[in-house]
């Protein structure tokens, strides 16, 4: 059974930072693309940014782009999201997603195994 947890959301002020983590276990990621969503109230799942199996080649959407950071640790199956400069808008639920090819795409049906979410609350 694929299973996928995240840690590190938690509250922080406008303008500092957050490092998200997602565990991976059940199977061997090897081959496998993952990212990160995340899904505010009353909004739909969005793509935030994901890495591609071997950790070489990234895809942010245009609010992530120059402040968060998406890397990978293949040893440990895990994978982390690095947020710098944080806005208010940017509160949601993070998930973190994992898909049984290597290629990044960014729409949420591409991904069939989904971790339970972590909130990420940034204050004004």
């Known amino acids: 059974q694929v299973q996928l947890v995240e840690s590190g959301g938690g509250l922080v002020q406008a303008g500092g930072s957050l490092t998200l983590s997602c565990a991976a276990s059940?199977?061997?990621?090897?081959?496998?693309?993952m990212g990160w969503f995340r899904q505010a109230p009353g909004k739909e799942r969005e793509f935030v940014a994901g890495?591609?199996?071997?950790?070489?080649?990234?895809l942010y959407a245009d609010s992530a782009k120059g402040r968060f950071t998406i890397s990978r640790d293949k040893a440990k199956n895990s994978v982390a999201l690095q947020m710098n400069s944080l806005k208010p808008e940017a509160t949601a639920v993070y998930y973190c997603?994992?898909?049984?090819?290597?290629?990044?795409?960014?729409?949420?049906?591409?991904?069939?195994?989904w971790g339970q979410g972590t909130q990420v609350t940034v204050s004004s």
């Open positions: 059940g199977r061997t990621f090897s081959g496998h693309a």
């Open positions: 997603a994992a898909r049984a090819y290597g290629i990044v795409l960014p729409t949420t049906r591409s991904y069939p195994y």
């Open positions: 890495v591609t199996w071997n950790g070489g080649n990234t």
